[in-house]
């Protein structure tokens, strides 16, 4: 059983970056040849938004165009822990993010959420 | 890039029968899954590949498809059902890129 644990909520101003934690236990991604991990984020009251993910197997990472330039993410393998950068952090960026480990697109497991504020 | 369109909103009668549907051009080429969120909770998928359901979801979920066009539905719907339920597919023909619907509220009345 795969547990993806995320860090807290976070409060950012304007302009400034986040960088968010998901730590994976219960196995390693980066032992898996199929797995990869997806970032979706969820504003108040809205839908889902897939923005990016990292694929550990090809050591890819993929975008979404809506967020080019201002996301990155990463994996760090001997902590088993992927993170989400997003940068020129805008107040309708205040959403629930979540981690998902995504195996050619059937996202099984998911974190728990992180909630990130930008507010002046 | 492709779009997913879901009605925003479906309402039953307990016992009833549900049918949420996803449309979207990509949905020809490539498979699709369903997920569940309640409130407050990260999203649970409940459907993969277009038809089929991952072990401890109840067989009450089931989906199809046919042509651009995608369906779950729920038989015998019950009250802890309600829930908002979105589709997922590629945004296009690159791997592990995605899109989902809009989203679904299911109303069990």
């Known amino acids: 059983q795969v547990h993806l644990v995320q860090s807290g909520a976070e409060v950012k101003k304007p302009g400034s970056s986040v960088k968010v934690s998901c730590k994976a236990s219960?196995?390693?991604?980066?032992?898996?040849?199929?797995?990869?991990i997806t970032w979706v984020r969820q504003a108040a009251g809205q839908g889902l938004e897939w923005m990016g993910g990292?694929?550990?197997?090809?050591?890819?990472?993929i975008y979404s165009e809506n967020f080019q330039g201002r996301l990155t993410i990463t994996t760090d393998e001997l902590t088993t822990t992927a993170y989400m950068e997003l940068s020129g952090l805008r107040p309708d960026d205040t959403a629930v993010y979540y981690c998902a480990r995504d195996v050619s697109g059937e996202m099984t497991y998911w974190g728990q959420g992180t909630l990130v504020t930008v507010s002046s | 890039s492709y779009a997913l369109t879901q009605p925003p909103s479906v309402s039953v009668s307990p016992g009833q029968t549900a049918r949420i549907t996803c449309s979207g051009e990509i949905l020809s080429k490539q498979h699709a899954y369903w997920y569940q969120q309640k409130p407050g909770q990260a999203p649970t998928l409940i459907i993969y590949?277009?038809?089929k359901r991952p072990s401890g979801i109840p067989e009450r979920f089931s989906g199809s498809s046919s042509g651009t066009t995608l369906t779950l539905t729920i038989s015998g719907v019950q009250a802890e059902d309600e829930a908002d339920y979105y589709c997922q597919s590629a945004d296009n023909s690159v791997t592990y890129h995605w899109v989902f619907g809009g989203g679904t509220r299911l109303t069990v009345l």
């Open positions: 590949k277009d038809t």
């Open positions: 219960g196995g390693t991604f980066t032992k898996v040849t199929s797995y990869a």
């Open positions: 990292i694929v550990p197997i090809f050591g890819s990472t």
